[in-house]
């Protein structure tokens, strides 16, 4: 059972350079999320997502793109790479709205 | 708007010694408590939740937690730390808002444990 998978584990890009982040879930699960994890600030909402065809904007929304086209999947868009974007970004999932997330092991990701 | 304060950006303790750490909420309807717990390049896995039940809640590997709603806090403790639980603690909450569930994360507190 793989839980939610995150790709790449890492990447480098330079500033201006756009790229997707891939995560997928095996657990059929309706609600999924993005979050950005900086030093001394715990974890921030991107966007979310409560079922196919249907997300939302977070906390910290701007710069990034998202979409749902089936259950399992829920990709994440960089427009336009930025520095302020250097982040480890990390994807969750639950079943339901008020019950506990089970979270990738996250994407590590560098803004040149 | 909620939020959630976790005193103490780092923690150190021995080995043996209690674990204490603290978490505040700040909300007039208790909302549902999560801890977090976060290894070295590794995910969020959860230790324990609260979700009204009993204000004592037992997780993983030893740690609990109390809810006490006239403090707004949901501390998490082990009475005997293990070289192991060193890690990144985070506590969390989901505000009784309606609709989807915007998990509130406070800052994180480093545990670190030593002989």
């Not at chain 1, 790449?8 to 699960?29: I, R, Y």
């Not at chain 1, 249907?54 to 086209?69: A, C, F, H």
């Amino acid at each position: 059972n793989a839980g939610v998978t995150q790709t790449p584990k890492f990447q480098v890009l330079k500033t201006g350079q756009s790229m997707t982040l891939q995560c997928a879930q095996d657990m059929n699960h309706e609600y999924m999320s993005w979050y950005r994890q900086d030093p001394g600030m715990g974890l921030r909402l991107i966007h979310y997502s409560v079922g196919a065809g249907i997300t939302d904007q977070g906390e910290v929304p701007n710069g990034y793109n998202v979409s749902r086209s089936t259950t399992e999947d829920f990709p994440l868009r960089l427009l336009s790479a930025a520095p302020s974007q250097t982040s480890v970004y990390f994807c969750a999932s639950s079943w339901a709205s008020n019950q506990p997330q089970h979270f990738g092991d996250g994407t590590r990701l560098s803004i040149l | 708007a909620q939020s959630v304060t976790q005193l103490g950006s780092h923690v150190s303790v021995s080995e043996g010694a209690l674990v204490l750490l603290r978490c505040n909420y700040s909300s007039s309807v208790p909302p549902y408590l999560f801890w977090y717990v976060q290894y070295p390049n590794q995910g969020l896995q959860l230790l324990l939740k609260y979700t009204s039940a009993a204000t004592l809640v037992k997780g993983i590997n030893g740690f609990e937690a109390e809810f006490k709603k006239s403090e707004t806090s949901f501390h998490l403790t082990k009475p005997s730390a293990h070289m192991s639980d060193a890690a990144e603690y985070f506590c969390a909450v989901i505000p009784f808002s309606g609709g989807y569930n915007k998990l509130i994360f406070g800052a994180g507190t480093r545990l670190a444990v030593h002989p």
